[in-house]
C-alpha cells in the first residue's frame, strides 16, 4: 500500500498547548499537503509544502518537511476547541494524492 | 454557494442494488475526482477525470462506473451494491491534474449498504 502513516493516531490536549502531529510517505514527492476534516464533513485544505521547502507557516499553522526520511510535522500552536478535527498528510506524487491515516485531534475547554 | 456539492447527503439501500452518486463543482476546475473513506477513515483514491476524460482508475471493482458528462460534473454509479460498499465517498476537484494542486472535497456521501 502506498498510504502514509500517521502519528499519532489520537491527540486529546487543553486549549492553549500546543499540538504536533507526525506523518510518514512512502514515495518520492512534489510537494506534502495538510488537510482537515470536521466530523461528518470533507476535509479542507490546510497548508502546501513543496518538496525543496523545509519549514512553512500559516497563522498558527507551522509545517515542517524532510525528505531524506520522507517525513513531514504539523504543529498547530495555541490550540482552540475549534481546531478539534482529523488532520491527514497527503503525498502528492503524479496526479495523485496519497493521503495518510489521520490523527484526531481533541481540544477541550 | 457551495464550491463542490454532492448529492445525496446519506444513502440506504439494499444488497444487490444500484445507485448514483452525483457531483458538481462551480469552481471552473478541470479535475475532478472520487474517493471512498472507510470505517477507519482511510481515504483512498477511485478514479479522476480531467477536462471528462479519465486518468484515474485506481484498483476498483468494474461495479463502480464514473461518469463525466462535462468539466463541472462526475457522477457515481454503483451496480449490484456489496456490504463492503458501505463508506463516505467523497468528491473533489482542483484546478488541473498536476501534483501541486489543491483539492476541494465536497460534504460527502454517507453509503450504508444494508
Known amino acids: 500500500s502506498q498510504q502514509g502513516e500517521e502519528d499519532p493516531q489520537a491527540l486529546s490536549i487543553q486549549e492553549g498547548e500546543n499540538a504536533t502531529m507526525n506523518c510518514s510517505y512512502k514515495?518520492?514527492?512534489?510537494?506534502l499537503q495538510w488537510y482537515r476534516q470536521n466530523s461528518g464533513r470533507g476535509l479542507v485544505h490546510l497548508i502546501l509544502i513543496r518538496s525543496n521547502e523545509r519549514e512553512k507557516h500559516s497563522g498558527r499553522l507551522r509545517v515542517t518537511l524532510d525528505t531524506s526520511k520522507k517525513s513531514s510535522s504539523l504543529l498547530i500552536t495555541a490550540s482552540r476547541a475549534a481546531d478539534t478535527a482529523s488532520y491527514f498528510c497527503?503525498?502528492?506524487?503524479?496526479?495523485?494524492?496519497?493521503f495518510g491515516t489521520g490523527t484526531r485531534l481533541l481540544v477541550s475547554p | 454557494d457551495t464550491a463542490v456539492s454532492q448529492t445525496p447527503k446519506y444513502l440506504v439501500t439494499q444488497m444487490g442494488n444500484d445507485k448514483s452518486i452525483k457531483c458538481e463543482q462551480n469552481l471552473g476546475h478541470d479535475t475532478m475526482y472520487w474517493y471512498k473513506q472507510d470505517s477507519k477513515k482511510f481515504l483512498k483514491i477511485m478514479f479522476s477525470?480531467?477536462?471528462?476524460?479519465?486518468?484515474i482508475n485506481e484498483t476498483v471493482p468494474n461495479r463502480f462506473s464514473p461518469k463525466s458528462p462535462d468539466k463541472a460534473h462526475l457522477n457515481l454509479h454503483i451496480n449490484s451494491l456489496e456490504l463492503g460498499d458501505s463508506a463516505v465517498y467523497f468528491c473533489?476537484?482542483?484546478?488541473?491534474?498536476?501534483?501541486?494542486?489543491?483539492?476541494?472535497f465536497g460534504a460527502g456521501t454517507r453509503l450504508s449498504v444494508l
Open positions: 477525470y480531467n477536462n471528462k476524460e479519465l486518468i
Open positions: 514515495t518520492s514527492i512534489n510537494n
Open positions: 497527503a503525498s502528492t506524487g503524479f496526479q495523485k494524492l496519497v
Open positions: 473533489a476537484s482542483s484546478q488541473d491534474a498536476g501534483a501541486k494542486n489543491i483539492q476541494y
